[in-house]
């Protein structure tokens, strides 16, 4: 008959405190003192033994003899241990019948586990051991003596039965044997205080222990024991059609808790043997996003079935056309009552969801670079199922072939065809005037036709780019294309009108034939690569605009289209860089959307510039000129010790209590207001779509990088904090079991005694306890002093580097936050970097809380220190709260992006809330802008304007601009220039920008992210 409680093999003291630790708290007396030491015990059961030691000289020898009715054993196990410490083990010597060591001076506890059925274990407290001396000792475990126990169920004997005697440590002492002469389990042992356990071989009977089982020399040692018939409640729980173990099934009766279910895997059902009723039965699935928890009547006798639904983990790769992830999806599962989203993994690059078995329906919509795929049917059923989708091109994709280049008879060719037909499309009126300016072209010679074509392309760019007239935004590209076919900007405008228009084809074949007379223009080649984005072309486009970046590193345009291309590509990290560039010079509020979506896919930011391409300006003497007020970071005190940190528990309080409620409480408070009132605040809506949008975006850039940067530093200091952490309570729960150990003999003497000899085993016990507390205090106290020395290092380091990176966050974001005039922008702006300040403080202040109470508040320090022990009186360290800046309070009244612009003729003013510009001249023109806020020329620009002529009166201005910054250094040059006039009795105007050596022109990018006049 197999045993149903396994033997306890005495064979190693690591043994023997594993099961300690697990098996000592059921003596019910000791409650008030273990509960305590739970709390510390849960941290770690794990024991490190001392390695072997050699003998020394000084050592004492410990000899034992032990012996049953008279004989001497020797089929034990004998160790001595001192405070709770492994230190060696006796070894048995077959001439004199001892068991023998020799150790250091001093008082050990010798423990012994007979390997002798019936014999049990024993403990010798206080064996003292002297330095060149032989402490000799002799102990006799009484005879073996018989025992029966009678195990009774229904008034017969129950012979099928597991029955066991145990000693106080948990360990088997005997098995006792079914007679089935006297009808009893029969066996021998010595005489002592045991523990009975019965287990019966089946569940129809309860199972049975009998603490103080006392077997004595002078009595009959006859037992009978009474099981009470059980019955079987079975809970069948399924997973679809399969039974499923993930739940927690718990049996009541008028709502207190009966029993709990235990699975059982052969019958794949829950199990429990109660008295027999009707119960109420609590199941709380695993997984309660999936399933809902219930409450089910079930009878003993009955299997009752309660259906969950299977719980399935779907992992669906995305695949690019290129073979790589594709996070840019939105992945929806659905069946006939409901649907899903399958959310993306940046760690496991896929899109995971759990579902309940079923059949669905998958749909897969990337964004519009790709077409959407949908596998219908699909059958879901296991326990992980994993599906790959490779996403294709939509069937409008083409490729071109870039090595062709038209012949110039086939651009004008093509320009013809698009002026003709277009005109054809004008009423009769506006077909005339246009008529009118085809012939003054033609007349015209020399300088006055070079000035009327780029009229032409000048209208072209204007008329296409704010999609006014498309038709005639096309004849005067296509004009000026027919007048100049060597010109580079020329055909850059006219190919950017075309893709505008929708002529994707033709928009390529002009825009690489201007390629091949300007191959370094940026202009052209991002329109060229545009153009190829939209024909669904990647591949090409991508080689294009890192060519344009080649030749123009700051070209923004070029950025925000290869941020597309590596969309489309499913590279996240890339796609963001190039955003991040982009938005510095030419921010659209589309961008802001990119980045997020970038971001949930898994890329970080990267530190992001400034819109002059610069980092946080800075004085000549390497401070931030005129930053409006400092941010103050409270510095944390020096916590020599444990007391001082105590000391300075209530100023932490302070500085916890601010950064909580403003880095978590108050947010909290925000969005539930806002989601309860669908109101956003005045300033939110100026925030994200006024003419601040691109500095607020740059400040939100410098707020993503620092919580990237700071999840790192939280990331190491969590890994470090749980090593440290992890030894210093296994030190702690070491202490504590020898101290939990010396009560336990202590109370075992008290429980041993008896008659007048009891108060005298009783005051020792006491003694002897108060002694392992003080004990177990000071070794505590001594591990916690050094592991707080390690702790506060680790947390002050942490906090410094926080501190740093918020303070560098404030500086940087000084600079964009200064320029923002309007009030409500203003103190959005203000509040949002508020909050980025206290919420990079909040994991340390939700921390530090409980290292105090650990330390010493809260009731856990007692436990760290001797009893009775005094904390060290300590000075309060300073600690004050975090100070920001109030909001700016500016009474510019040219906000929200107004200028005051006098003209005085030959000298105008133009006058912003930051910068003064004053120009001189009527044709030839000059500037000088001076930033008044920051103390500096920001620019100097000089140029030419000419008058608009004609029916098509159209004025022009161009020329070069020197950006500087703070210092004097230069920042970049750039011509600039723009038009404005009317076309049939309707103003238009535009300004216009372009880069060295390309002239003016128009950029146009794909997906919304920039329209841009250049």
């Known amino acids: 008959m197999a045993r149903k409680y396994g033997t306890f093999f005495h064979t190693n003291p690591f043994q023997r405190q594993v099961y300690f630790v697990n098996h000592r708290f059921r003596r019910s007396h000791r409650t008030n003192r273990i509960g305590i030491i739970c709390v510390v015990l849960a941290l770690s059961v794990f024991l490190v033994l001392p390695p072997a030691r050699a003998q020394a000289d000084d050592d004492g020898t410990v000899q034992v003899e032990f012996t049953l009715d008279g004989e001497p054993l020797s089929d034990a196990w004998v160790a001595l241990f001192q405070d709770d410490e492994f230190i060696d083990g006796l070894s048995f010597d077959w001439d004199t019948g001892y068991f023998q060591a020799s150790v250091p001076p001093g008082v050990y506890d010798l423990e012994f586990y007979d390997y002798t059925p019936g014999?049990?274990?024993?403990?010798?407290?206080?064996?003292?051991?002297?330095?060149?001396?032989?402490?000799?000792?002799?102990?006799?475990?009484g005879p073996m003596l018989s025992v029966q126990v009678k195990v009774m169920s229904d008034g017969a004997p129950f012979p099928n039965a597991t029955v066991l005697i145990h000693?106080?440590?948990?360990?088997?002492?005997?098995?006792?044997?079914?007679?089935?002469?006297?009808?009893?389990?029969?066996?021998?042992?010595?005489?002592?205080?045991?523990?009975?356990?019965?287990?019966?071989?089946?569940?129809?009977?309860?199972?049975?222990?009998?603490?103080?089982?006392?077997?004595?020399?002078?009595?009959?040692?006859?037992?009978?024991?009474?099981?009470?018939?059980?019955?079987?409640?079975?809970?069948?729980?399924?997973?679809?059609?399969?039974?499923?173990?993930?739940?927690?099934?718990?049996?009541?009766?008028?709502?207190?808790?009966?029993?709990?279910?235990?699975?059982?895997?052969?019958t794949g059902l829950f199990e429990a043997w109660v008295p027999e009723g009707t119960y109420e039965v609590e199941i709380e699935p695993y997984h309660l996003g999936l399933y809902e928890e219930q409450i089910v009547v079930a009878s003993t006798g009955?299997?009752?079935?309660?259906?969950?639904?299977?719980?399935?983990?779907?992992?669906?790769?995305?695949?690019?056309?290129?073979?790589?992830?594709?996070?840019?999806?939105?992945?929806?599962?659905?069946?006939?009552?409901?649907?899903?989203?399958?959310?993306?993994?940046?760690?496991?690059?896929?899109?995971?969801?759990?579902?309940?078995?079923?059949?669905?329906?998958?749909?897969?919509?990337?964004?519009?670079?790709?077409?959407?795929?949908?596998?219908?049917?699909?059958?879901?059923?296991?326990d992980v199922v994993e599906l790959t989708v490779e996403l294709a091109k939509p069937a409008t994709y083409t490729q071109s072939d870039l090595s062709r280049v038209i012949s110039k008879e086939e651009l004008l060719a093509l320009a013809k065809r698009y002026q003709e037909n277009n005109l054809a499309l004008l009423d009769a009126t506006a077909k005339r005037n246009v008529e009118e300016q085809l012939d003054r072209l033609a007349q015209a010679k020399g300088a006055a036709r070079d000035k009327l074509v780029q009229e032409f392309t000048g209208a072209s760019i204007m008329l296409g780019a704010s999609a006014m007239e498309k038709e005639l935004s096309l004849i005067f590209g296509a004009t000026a294309v027919l007048a100049e076919p060597d010109d580079a900007l020329i055909l850059n405008n006219f190919g950017a009108v075309l893709v505008l228009a929708g002529s994707l084809s033709d928009a390529v074949q002009v825009l690489n034939y201007g390629r091949s007379i300007s191959p370094e223009s940026p202009l052209i080649l991002t329109n060229l690569a545009n153009a190829l984005l939209d024909m669904g072309d990647d591949t090409q486009a991508g080689?294009?605009?890192?060519?344009?970046?080649?030749?123009?590193?700051?070209?923004?345009?070029?950025?925000?289209?290869?941020?597309?291309?590596?969309?489309?590509?499913?590279?996240?990290?890339?796609?963001l860089d190039h955003i991040v560039m982009a938005a510095a010079n030419n921010f659209t509020p589309a961008m802001r959307q990119a980045a997020q979506q970038a971001r949930s896919a898994g890329a970080k930011s990267p530190p992001?510039?400034?819109?002059?391409?610069?980092?946080?300006?800075?004085?000549?003497?390497?401070?931030?000129?005129?930053?409006?007020?400092?941010?103050?970071?409270?510095?944390?005190?020096?916590?020599?010790?444990?007391?001082?940190?105590?000391?300075?528990?209530?100023?932490?309080?302070?500085?916890?209590?601010?950064?909580?409620?403003?880095?978590?409480?108050?947010?909290?408070?925000?969005?539930?207001?806002?989601?309860?009132?669908?109101?956003?605040?005045?300033?939110?809506?100026?925030?994200?779509?006024?003419?601040?949008?691109?500095?607020?975006?740059?400040?939100?850039?410098?707020?993503?990088y620092l919580q990237d940067r700071l999840e790192e530093i939280f990331d190491q200091y969590t890994a470090t904090f749980d090593t440290i952490t992890e030894a210093w309570s296994e030190q702690v729960v070491r202490i504590t079991d020898q101290q939990v150990y010396e009560w336990d003999a202590a109370l075992r003497d008290m429980e041993e005694a008896t008659g007048l000899r009891s108060l005298a085993v009783a005051r020792q016990s006491l003694l002897r306890m108060d002694e392992a507390d003080q004990a177990a205090g000071r070794q505590r106290r001594d591990a916690t002093d050094v592991y707080f020395v390690i702790w506060r290092d680790l947390f002050r380091s942490t906090y410094e580097e926080v501190a740093r990176l918020v303070e560098e966050y404030w500086i940087y974001t000084e600079s964009p936050a200064s320029r923002i005039y309007d009030p409500d922008t203003a103190e959005f702006v203000h509040q949002l970097r508020t909050l980025q300040v206290y919420a990079s403080f909040a994991p340390l202040a939700i921390q530090l809380p409980f290292q105090m109470m650990m330390m010493d508040i809260g009731g856990f320090g007692s436990m760290m220190r001797p009893l009775g022990e005094p904390l060290k009186p300590e000075t309060p360290g300073s600690m004050d709260t975090i100070q920001v800046p109030e909001a700016k309070k500016d009474s510019c009244p040219l906000r929200d992006g107004r200028s005051f612009n006098p003209d005085a003729g030959l000298v105008s003013v133009k006058v912003t809330c930051e910068t003064v510009e004053v120009k001189v001249g009527a044709i030839i023109k000059g500037s000088v802008t001076w930033n008044f806020k920051h103390k500096y020329v920001s620019s100097v620009y000089l140029g030419a304007a000419t008058p608009g002529k004609g029916l098509i009166q159209l004025g022009a201005e161009g020329g070069l601009r020197a950006n500087f910054g703070p210092n004097g250094e230069v920042l970049g040059l750039k011509p600039e220039g723009g038009f404005g006039g009317?076309?049939?009795?309707e103003w238009i105007g535009g300004m216009l920008s372009g880069s060295v050596g390309t002239g003016d022109g128009l950029v146009v990018n794909r997906g919304g992210l920039s329209t841009r006049l250049r």
């Open 119 to 141: 014999v049990g274990s024993r403990t010798i407290r206080d064996v003292e051991v002297r330095a060149g001396e032989i402490t000799e000792l002799s102990f006799e475990l």
């Open 167 to 266: 000693d106080s440590e948990g360990g088997e002492v005997a098995y006792l044997e079914w007679d089935e002469e006297s009808g009893a389990y029969v066996g021998e042992v010595t005489p002592y205080t045991w523990t009975l356990l019965v287990y019966p071989d089946t569940d129809v009977v309860e199972t049975k222990c009998v603490q103080d089982f006392i077997v004595s020399a002078d009595a009959q040692n006859v037992f009978t024991v009474e099981l009470l018939p059980l019955r079987l409640l079975q809970i069948r729980l399924l997973a679809g059609t399969e039974p499923t173990p993930s739940a927690s099934v718990t049996i009541m009766l008028d709502g207190e808790i009966v029993d709990y279910g235990s699975y059982n895997a052969e």
């Open 302 to 382: 009955e299997i009752t079935t309660v259906q969950l639904g299977g719980q399935i983990e779907l992992h669906l790769n995305v695949l690019s056309p290129y073979g790589t992830p594709y996070p840019f999806a939105r992945v929806t599962i659905a069946d006939d009552d409901d649907y899903k989203y399958a959310y993306w993994s940046p760690e496991e690059q896929t899109y995971k969801v759990t579902l309940v078995e079923g059949v669905y329906d998958i749909t897969v919509r990337p964004d519009d670079f790709y077409s959407s795929q949908t596998l219908e049917g699909v059958a879901i059923e296991g």
């Open 543 to 575: 080689e294009l605009l890192l060519e344009a970046l080649r030749h123009e590193p700051e070209f923004s345009e070029a950025h925000t289209a290869l941020a597309t291309v590596y969309m489309a590509r499913g590279d996240a990290q890339k796609a």
């Open 608 to 704: 992001p510039r400034s819109s002059t391409g610069q980092g946080p300006a800075e004085s000549s003497d390497g401070g931030v000129p005129d930053v409006q007020s400092q941010l103050v970071i409270p510095r944390l005190p020096n916590w020599s010790s444990r007391d001082a940190l105590n000391a300075s528990a209530e100023r932490l309080a302070r500085w916890m209590s601010d950064v909580l409620s403003h880095g978590l409480t108050e947010p909290l408070n925000a969005a539930w207001e806002l989601y309860q009132t669908k109101a956003a605040p005045p300033g939110m809506a100026k925030a994200y779509n006024g003419p601040y949008s691109q500095l607020v975006f740059e400040i939100e850039c410098y707020g993503q």
């Open 982 to 985: 009317n076309i049939g009795g």
